[in-house]
DNA sequence: AGATGTGATAGTCACTGTCTATCGAGACAG
DNA sequence: CTGTCTCGATAGACAGTGACTATCACATCT
């Protein structure tokens, strides 16, 4: 049986004749009649008595009408659903961000994102690395913004923008009357967040390996590191997107003479057919970051 | 699109794999791929995300398959009725019947009605012969039965069964000493039914014209007019199945002299489908009514 | 009786859905 | 890291079928 064949036969029905419902087809008179024959002996049932006069509907035809016209509205909804849904800049996009990004690059992107793309419903999921990638991986997420790169082929990520990092100081503390911090200084007493944060990966590749540190007091996420700097346990490496966050908090800050950082991109499955939302998504927040990293130089 | 399209695009979102999903319809696996695809084109939306180890709908899937779903439910559904009406012999079966004959016939054949054809929901429709046939050709009903034949080419008729008119005297009527009346005799002083009714039309031929009716004594019904016989008002003609009311009326009845009386047939339209119907349904009746002229003779 | 209008039928053609055979990309084990 | 296996995609051939035009059969109306 055939959706075609459905329309014919509501035409028909519909029209009481078979001349017309061809017209209104589009089709010719005797394609209807061969088909709603055929119709009539794949159901086994007679659904118009054809009379020179008029074409009347059976009571069988009576009882099936109804179905009929729910299936062929059916099939007209899948067609109006998939309109809708065929802007790939269009429709829910989940895109994870890590904890150390989200709370202060969120706020600056939400605005341009709704106005460059006000049809995407972005979808927020904050996470760790790895979470973010598995999920990824499992199809829960559409893009992910982390700040390290992808492992495996059946990942891609672009570069949005570089993230320097600034030496985050407690106002008392000794570095604090330097105009520039180095690494080595800082690794004196530096402190870090608790495993899985790819910034505490990257602060200790920045300062050095450091059996030093104090391993009770490693911060659950990044306001709590902060805070712990702010309270003068120790120095720290901060983001350079959270910078008005730490200088609320009371805390010095002072550009690295090295001007370590990292770089935060978006990644998605190699697969995903909505490529064009991620770059789109991609773009926006590329643009919003321009000339970011040295404005934070500039500090 | 197309309603088998559909159910593949169902099997391989339901088995994650094509080879599968296609072993599901009966059909290769390269026809799954090219059909999902040429789905994916005309909708404009991608559906599914290819992997080596998995197929995985898209979020754009996901917001079509609920009415995907619904579609081919439906369609389903539609063969599904299609096969409980198939059966010509059963569901809804619209009988019309001449109300001369409506309440003496049906007590007589509804029980093998049911008994023979229990599938048939037969709705008895009450009327006079022309409101009958009018309500046959504007497909109101499905048949009728009649004792008049019918005209026009667009309409059939089989005799089902013969009925013989029986005298209706008073009690107190010098006839009722006769053992047979003729017709020349009941003429005198007979009654006969409001227009409409083919049975008034039947007496006033079987008895001659006579414009020296009584024209105010024109009984609505036969329950009526056996009341008036009762009440000595005159003499009538009664169809052999009202022999038991008129009995119980406290009428005396006499056969005629000539053995007058009226076929009972059942008409249908021409192109109706359902022809089985209505032979069943006559053939229930005239086995029920086999061997009636002869027994009526016999009163 | 001829004209008109209706649905049914016949014959032809092009499209398309399906098949088999094969390819190319990944995944996995030795 | 290379051979092997699995999976989906592709190519080419073929059959089925839906659509067309032309025509018929039948009924109605003038």
Redesign the pocket.
Known sequence: M?L?DLRYLLAVAEHG???RAAEAC??????L??????MEETLGVVLFE?T??A?VRTTACEHLIGHIRAAVAETDAIVAVARGLRDPLAGRFRLGIIPTLAPYLLPLVFAPLRERLPALDIEPWEDQTVALLERLRAHDLDAALLATDVDG??LLSRPLFAEPFLAALPPEHPLARHVVVTEAELARDILVLADGHCLRDQTLTACGQSGALGGALRAASLPTLLNMVAAGYGTTLIPGLAAGAAEDAGIVLRPLATAAGRTVRIAWR?RFPRRAAVEAVGDVIATRLRGFAEAVGTI
């Open positions: 055939n075609r004749h078979f001349g589009g089709v010719s008179q005797p394609t009649s061969v088909q709603i024959r055929k054809r020179s006069k074409v082929p059946d190699a």
